[in-house]
Antibody, heavy 121, light 110 residues
Framework: EVQLVESGGGLVQPGRSLRLSCEAS????????MHWVRQVPGKGLEWVSH????????GYADSVKGRFTISRDNAKNSLSLQMNSLRVEDTALYYC??????????????WGQGTMVTVSS | QSALTQPPSASGSPGQSVTISCTGT?????????VSWYQQHPGKAPKLMIY???KWPSGVPDRFSGSKSGNTASLTVSGLQAEDEADYYC??????????FGGGTKVTVL
């Protein structure tokens, strides 16, 4: 079964850091681009970051550029998101999503269940 | 990276059709074939319904169809069923390793 499981969310104070992880199973992880997408409860989806199958292509939303860093460990079938200088407006449910096979713009066909990040003092 | 524009709501009676628009620019929707549509039920993760403008992932009924003209993409749900009541989001590749979503449309089955 193709599956993505996020972890690492929690309550953190503004200005602090948090690292999210996503464990993948059921597919050849290093063939596929991966993404992070977030959603404020009750609001819409916001794309956060992308990393290509081999890590050679990376992109960020303007809202997180310079603060968040995406990475992947293909040997461990895992995706990470290092979030620094967190702001209240970063509070959201963070989803890990599987992109296309060696395709940057392809759709997200598998999503995890999300991990909640709450930034509050 | 401006969000794509979707109507906030749409509705139809069972058996009818509803069409949702998704308007972007030549830098996203109009410039690439990578337009996708996602369905999200309350408390659930999004589900891919349409990819590359008009293609169906395995298991998605052909009642869902997609199209694009210029900078506007559309999702049509034909033969509306109660289980189609959900939020729908469009997305597009926007170049330079970036993706943009629409604001979402709540579809109500009357």
């Amino acid at each position: 079964e193709v599956q993505l499981v996020e972890s690492g969310g929690g309550l953190v104070q503004p200005g602090r850091s948090l690292r999210l992880s996503c464990e993948a199973s059921g597919f050849i992880f290093d063939d596929y681009a991966m993404h992070w997408v977030r959603q404020v409860p009750g609001k819409g989806l916001e794309w956060v970051s992308h990393i290509s199958w081999n890590g050679g292509g990376i992109g960020y939303a303007d809202s997180v550029k310079g603060r968040f860093t995406i990475s992947r460990d293909n040997a461990k079938n895992s995706l990470s998101l290092q979030m620094n200088s967190l702001r209240v407006e970063d509070t959201a449910l963070y989803y890990c999503a599987k992109g296309g096979r060696k395709c940057t713009g392809c759709a997200f066909d598998i999503w995890g269940q999300g991990t909640m990040v709450t930034v509050s003092s | 990276q401006s969000a794509l524009t979707q109507p906030p709501s749409a509705s139809g009676s069972p058996g009818q059709s509803v069409t949702i628009s998704c308007t972007g620019t030549s830098s996203d929707v109009g410039g690439y074939k990578y337009v996708s549509w996602y369905q999200q039920h309350p408390g659930k993760a999004p589900k891919l319904m349409i990819y590359e403008v008009s293609k169906w992932p395995s298991g998605v009924p052909d009642r869902f169809s997609g199209s694009k003209s210029g900078n506007t993409a559309s999702l049509t749900v034909s033969g509306l069923q109660a289980e189609d009541e959900a939020d729908y989001y469009c997305s597009s590749y926007a170049g330079s390793n970036s993706v943009v979503f629409g604001g979402g449309t709540k579809v109500t089955v009357l």
